[in-house]
């Protein structure tokens, strides 16, 4: 038995299908539906995106705090004081370091110390040890002390290419017999390795010896005056005459944290700014870079570094933002330098101990975010931003669309 199907009504008797309206109707609501996934998509890939975002500038941001307060934390290690270990230049304007531009408008901060060198003994009793001749001096430093105290010659053998046979012209910090008042920074010209053989604690033992010889006079070129200039007597053409026996020696570093100048195409400056965190090992007491370290970029889209100094000017052992009655002070009156615009910066700021340095940065993120304005800023340190509560231009909008992380560290100084 055959069963026929009937046709649909209307369809004229032809085969089942679609008019045209359910067509529409059901285009309508695959678009609208499709729509709908698709803004969820967007919106959390643009979440995604931002999270993403905000995590770099963050962890980039943390990385660039520890790289500084490790080395500010370490200013003065060896036996430098505190006016020959830490400068702050305020505000750079259309300056260059290593032949790169700074950043109009934030700071630079240099520090100096034996940061990676070892502080080494030096036998100050025996009067070989160090010998003064005319402009140029010999330091002996042995790999082990008599009193059997060992001190690796690493930091020694990193600035003498042994097969060129030459020397860095690196400064080493002497320090005397009499203690840290007495203390002198020269530059090596030579530096020669021997093993000899001492009576260490009754026993007899190959060591290694280091014999550097030394420039202690301004006047015999190279790199001698500027190392003199950071010595006991500002502007000395010689080491101090009661520097007769040496007591501590180390390679004396300096280098300088600074926001590089940079743009997302490298060298085309009509690009979006992209500046850096860098930091640059330096010769010290000039503007030469390190020939074996120079420069190299520590974090990205850093936009601003400034630098706050917390001076004890009543030496009561701690840095006063408050009067005595507990009200808090106003920030050009309390014991910090440079945390305002108003800072009386004629006082005798250098007479007084310093205690501690504020870092303070200032990151964005690599890319904007359209549904995002950022909070204002009103002023970092002494710089005033004075930015308003709701952007006016367009330009100051499409600014204020880049999340903005506002880092700040406060470090104490344990070697001065």
Known sequence: MTTQIPSRPGAGGGDAGFTLIELLVTLTITVAIMTVVLSAVDLNANITRVQSDV??????????????????RM?????????????????????????????????????????????????????????????????????VTKSAFEQPLGALHAIHDENAGTTTPDAILLVGSQGESVYAVVEVTDLQFQTVTLDVQNQSREIERAILTLSIDAAAGGHADDYLAL????????????????AFASVLEEHRFYIREDFSIPGDD??????????????????????????????????????????????????????????????????????????????????????????TLL?????????????????IENRVYSEPAVPLSGGEVEARRYRRRLLQSTV???NL
Do not use: C
């Not at 160090?130 to 001096?137: H, K, L, S, Y």
């Not at 010595?231 to 040496?246: E, Q, Y």
């Not at 570094?305 to 002070?329: C, F």
């Open 55 to 72: 995590s770099d500038l963050q962890q980039s941001t943390r990385i660039a705090q520890r790289d500084m307060q490790r080395m500010v």
């Open 75 to 143: 200013v003065g290690r060896g036996g430098l004081p505190r006016n020959r270990s830490i400068e702050v230049l305020q505000d750079a304007e259309s300056l260059e370091i290593g032949g790169e531009p700074v950043l109009d408008d934030t700071d630079v901060i240099t520090v100096r110390g034996a940061f990676a060198s070892p502080v080494f003994r030096v036998d100050a009793s025996d009067e070989d040890s160090f010998q003064i001749a005319g402009t140029t001096a010999t330091l002996v430093i042995d790999d």
């Open 231 to 246: 010595s006991t007597i500002p502007g000395a053409t010689r080491i101090p005459s009661n520097l007769t026996a040496v």
């Open 270 to 359: 009509t690009s979006a700014p992209s500046p850096k965190l860098a930091r640059a090992r330096m010769l010290p007491g000039t503007d030469e870079l390190h020939p074996g370290d120079g420069s190299i970029d520590i974090a990205d889209n850093v936009f601003d570094l400034q630098v706050a100094l917390g001076i004890d000017l009543d030496t009561n052992g701690r840095i006063d933002i408050e009067d005595g009655a507990g009200v808090p002070l106003e920030t050009h009156l309390d014991e910090w330098l440079w945390n305002d615009e108003a800072d009386d910066e004629t006082l005798s700021w250098d007479a007084f101990p310093l205690q501690h340095v504020r870092l």
């Open 363 to 379: 990151g964005q993120a690599q890319t904007a975010d359209r549904q995002y304005i950022s909070p204002a800023i009103d002023d």
């Open 412 to 414: 104490d100084l344990r």
